[in-house]
């Protein structure tokens, strides 16, 4: 299966400041088969990106993704208050899925 | 506005079973592959199972194979998890999510709130 390492475990930020978060894939993710995902403490996941890039519905579009192959970036430009939050990014190229351990972004 | 409401977790001994359910509302629910994500407390999370429109494409995580079994009846837009043989490592919240494309691999676009499961004795 492909694992999929995210870094840096907990990224602190103040907000208006910009994140960038990475995933890293064990192996290559076949078309960009790659989501990302937002979850608050008290919450089900959200899905923020699929496609590697394409933002799902209603997703602002501070939030950005890009990446091929091996190596994916959430990028948010300015960070909101209610962005911190921990991230997941999830491949959908090989069964089975999997999701990384996760990004938690707080407040510094 | 798509909704999907779980229950049936709870507390139960190791060995015993649940059966979990999903309330699906909203969308056209034999549209959509639908799927089973857990998340251990203060944990990631883990692709349980999955199913297709039609049930005829399903798909376990090796950690739950033969141990539970995934259904869905479209007539009740709802989806079903029988979790048997249960064991201290499956305590987690269970998520029920849509899954794009309707058949295969792919990624979760809606997700319940969860169940939480709680295996001890």
């Known amino acids: 299966e492909i694992v999929l390492t995210q870094s840096p475990g907990t990224l602190p930020l103040s907000p208006g400041e910009r994140a960038t978060l990475s995933c890293r894939a064990s192996q290559s993710v076949s078309s960009s088969y790659l989501a990302w995902y937002q979850q608050k403490p008290g919450q089900a996941p959200r899905l923020l990106i699929y496609?590697?890039?394409s933002r799902a519905t209603g997703i602002p579009d501070r939030f950005s993704g890009s990446g091929s192959g091996t190596d994916f970036t959430l990028t948010i430009s300015r960070l909101e208050p209610e962005d911190f939050a921990v991230y997941y990014c999830q491949q959908y190229g090989i069964s089975p899925r999997t999701f990384g351990q996760g990004t938690k972004v707080e407040i510094k | 506005e798509v909704h999907l409401v779980e229950s049936g977790g709870g507390l139960v001994q190791p060995g015993r079973s649940l059966r979990l359910s999903c309330a699906a509302s909203g969308f056209t629910f034999d549209n959509y592959g639908m799927h089973w994500v857990r998340q251990a407390p203060g944990k990631g999370l883990e692709w349980v199972s999955g199913?297709?429109?039609?049930?005829?494409?399903?798909g376990y995580a090796d950690s739950v194979k033969g141990r539970f079994t995934i259904s869905r009846d479209n007539a009740k837009n709802s989806l079903y998890l029988q979790v048997n043989s249960l064991r201290a490592e499956d305590t987690a919240f269970y998520y029920c999510a849509r899954g794009i494309p309707a058949i295969g691999i792919g990624y979760f676009d809606y997700w319940g709130q969860g169940t939480l499961v709680t295996v001890s004795s």
């Open positions: 496609g590697a890039s």
């Open positions: 199913i297709s429109w039609n049930s005829g494409s399903i």
